[in-house]
Antibody, heavy 125, light 113 residues
Framework: QVHLVESGGGVVLPGGSLRLSCAAS????????MHWVRQAPGKGLEWVAL????????YYTDSVKGRFTISRDNSKNTLYLQMNSLRAEDTAVYYC??????????????????WGQGTLVTVSS | DIVMTQSPDSLAVSLGERATINCKSS????????????LSWYQQKPGQPPKLLIY???ARESGVPDRFSGSGSGTDFTLTISSLQAEDVAVYYC?????????FGGGTRVEIK
């Protein structure tokens, strides 16, 4: 069974930085695009970023462009999200999610067939 | 950006009755080259991550009970729970994957009447 485990969340001051990780197992990580999706407390779901299976490019929602960086290490089966210049509005549970089809190129992506349990990021002074 | 609008925001349905959730996209999510609608549905229970129910607008994910069905094409879609069970109490989201930024509807909360 596919397993995704996020870590790295916590409390950070506005303007601070945090690096999230997502450890993947039980599937061929290097074949699939991966995403970060967040959910502010009591709110809906917001897609944050996508990295294709080969890491050839990255895609972001406008509100995090220039501040967040998604990356992956296929040798370690791990996805990352480097978050800089954090704001109060970035407070959310951050989920990593697996793309539903392999070898999707560029910005092409599909539904999210597996999700991690999430890690909470709180930006507060 | 493609805006996804769900209705209603919440609904209360008696056990065994039908629940219908609507989702409308601001532009078509039907990809003409393969005639597929790039639309999925998720169920989220309190304290849990979302769970994939439906993809390609009407394909049921493995293990999802057949009381869940998806329909629609282009810009208008529906998730139907044919006979509501107690374990179906949750928030349901539609999502388009036609283009980035990927976007979700605002969610529909389903409760027992």
């Amino acid at each position: 069974q596919v397993h995704l485990v996020e870590s790295g969340g916590g409390v950070v001051l506005p303007g601070g930085s945090l690096r999230l990780s997502c450890a993947a197992s039980e599937f061929t990580f290097s074949d699939y695009g991966m995403h970060w999706v967040r959910q502010a407390p009591g709110k809906g779901l917001e897609w944050v970023a996508l990295i294709p299976y080969d890491g050839s490019n990255t895609y972001y929602t406008d509100s995090v462009k220039g501040r967040f960086t998604i990356s992956r290490d296929n040798s370690k089966n791990t996805l990352y999200l480097q978050m800089n210049s954090l704001r109060a509005e970035d407070t959310a549970v951050y989920y990593c999610a697996k793309d539903g089809n392999p070898f999707a190129s560029g910005s092409k992506s599909y539904y999210f067939d597996y999700w991690g349990q999430g890690t909470l990021v709180t930006v507060s002074s | 950006d493609i805006v996804m609008t769900q209705s209603p925001d919440s609904l209360a349905v008696s056990l065994g009755e039908r629940a219908t959730i609507n989702c409308k996209s601001s532009q078509s999510v039907l990809y003409n080259s393969n005639s597929k609608n790039y639309l999925s549905w998720y169920q989220q229970k309190p304290g849990q991550p979302p769970k994939l129910l439906i993809y390609w607008a009407s394909a049921r994910e493995s293990g999802v009970p057949d009381r869940f069905s998806g329909s629609g094409s282009g810009t208008d879609f529906t998730l139907t729970i044919s006979s509501l069970q107690a374990e179906d109490v949750a928030v349901y989201y539609c999502q388009q994957y036609y283009s980035t930024p990927l976007t979700f509807g605002g969610g529909t909360r389903v409760e027992i009447k």
